[in-house]
């Protein structure tokens, strides 16, 4: 009776302490991603005072754009510093960019609006894909950091359901990683969020977030040519483009199609 009471009270204390390490690591998680939004806004800060000195008029033009006047108003403004100040420009937008992209903060689409208006298209387009590329990576490493630890704590069972998932269909990720960045099913911030947590591999992710970005990047980066003649982000879609994207996007599935016919074709 003893030696069962010991060994309850010892599985008890391991739970505890088990509790006591999962709490101190998802503070470590927590402190840790605030600590890289610190640094984060710190460089941005640092882009900002190394542009040139502002008139007083152009301060307020000079902020994150978040409608269509904004991106109009930074476009005219950068535009008048571009010759002279050409890369703190292209940095300003670099860092911006996957600022924006890192922290799942909406307003990367004015980005590369204002990209196709500043820059020639072969620029703007490895421009944006770059940072998109780059600023994804970052957010799927965050929510690694953080968002799987919050899901096997509370959801084990759907966690472990979705990784089950994701490792049957893991030869075709980069498939599907493509077909979901042309398409509209999901917002790429979600993408970027819930990729690590069900299991996506870092390598499909990125490669198929650099290449499946370019279609819609390129629409975008059109429109940011007649930046002026826009009244919204909505203008820069035409159902040419979205047909366009959609034939895209079915095509890049086509390789998993294929694998599945041979593989019913030889069992």
């Given at each position: 009776m003893?030696?069962?009471?010991s060994?309850?009270?010892?599985?008890?204390?391991?739970?505890?302490?088990k509790?006591?390490?999962?709490?101190?690591?998802?503070?470590?998680?927590v402190?840790?991603?605030?600590?890289?939004?610190?640094?984060?806004?710190?460089a941005?800060?640092?882009?900002?005072?190394?542009?040139?000195?502002?008139?007083?008029?152009?301060?307020?033009?000079?902020?994150?754009?978040?409608?269509?006047?904004?991106?109009k108003?930074?476009?005219?403004?950068l535009?008048?510093?571009?010759?002279?100040?050409?890369?703190q420009?292209?940095?300003g937008?670099?860092?911006?960019?996957?600022?924006?992209?890192?922290?799942?903060?909406?307003?990367?689409?004015?980005?590369?609006?204002?990209?196709?208006?500043?820059?020639?298209?072969?620029?703007?387009?490895?421009?944006?894909?770059?940072?998109?590329a780059?600023?994804?990576?970052?957010c799927?490493?965050?929510?690694?950091?953080?968002?799987?630890?919050?899901?096997y704590?509370?959801?084990?069972?759907k966690?472990?359901?979705?990784?089950?998932?994701?490792?049957?269909?893991?030869?075709?990720?980069?498939?599907?990683?493509?077909?979901?960045?042309?398409?509209?099913?999901?917002?790429?911030?979600?993408?970027?969020?819930?990729?690590?947590?069900?299991?996506?591999?870092?390598?499909?992710?990125?490669?198929?977030?650099?290449?499946?970005?370019?279609?819609?990047?390129?629409?975008?980066?059109?429109?940011?040519?007649t930046?002026?003649?826009?009244?919204?982000?909505?203008?820069?879609?035409?159902?040419?483009?979205?047909?366009?994207?959609?034939?895209?996007?079915?095509?890049?599935?086509?390789?998993?199609?294929y694998?599945?016919?041979?593989?019913?074709?030889?069992?």
């Amino acid at each position: 009776m003893t030696e069962c009471i010991s060994q309850m009270m010892c599985e008890k204390a391991l739970h505890n302490t088990k509790d006591t390490n999962g709490e101190t690591s998802t503070r470590r998680a927590v402190l840790t991603v605030g600590l890289i939004f610190v640094a984060s806004l710190i460089a941005l800060f640092y882009v900002y005072m190394s542009f040139p000195e502002l008139e007083e008029d152009e301060k307020r033009h000079m902020k994150l754009p978040f409608h269509i006047e904004d991106a109009k108003n930074l476009g005219k403004l950068l535009e008048r510093y571009k010759d002279l100040y050409y890369f703190q420009v292209l940095a300003g937008l670099f860092v911006t960019y996957i600022f924006l992209q890192t922290f799942a903060i909406p307003g990367s689409i004015f980005l590369s609006i204002l990209s196709g208006f500043l820059f020639r298209f072969p620029i703007a387009l490895l421009l944006v894909c770059t940072c998109s590329a780059i600023g994804a990576t970052l957010c799927y490493l965050l929510s690694s950091l953080l968002g799987r630890r919050l899901l096997y704590r509370y959801f084990p069972e759907k966690a472990n359901e979705w990784t089950v998932t994701v490792v049957k269909h893991r030869d075709n990720l980069l498939y599907y990683m493509l077909f979901l960045r042309m398409t509209p099913l999901l917002p790429n911030w979600f993408i970027n969020l819930a990729s690590p947590v069900i299991g996506v591999p870092m390598m499909p992710f990125t490669i198929g977030t650099f290449l499946g970005v370019a279609p819609p990047s390129i629409v975008a980066i059109q429109a940011g040519q007649t930046l002026h003649k826009l009244t919204s982000s909505s203008d820069a879609w035409s159902w040419n483009s979205i047909i366009t994207l959609c034939v895209l996007a079915l095509l890049s599935l086509l390789p998993v199609l294929y694998k599945q016919k041979l593989k019913q074709k030889f069992e």
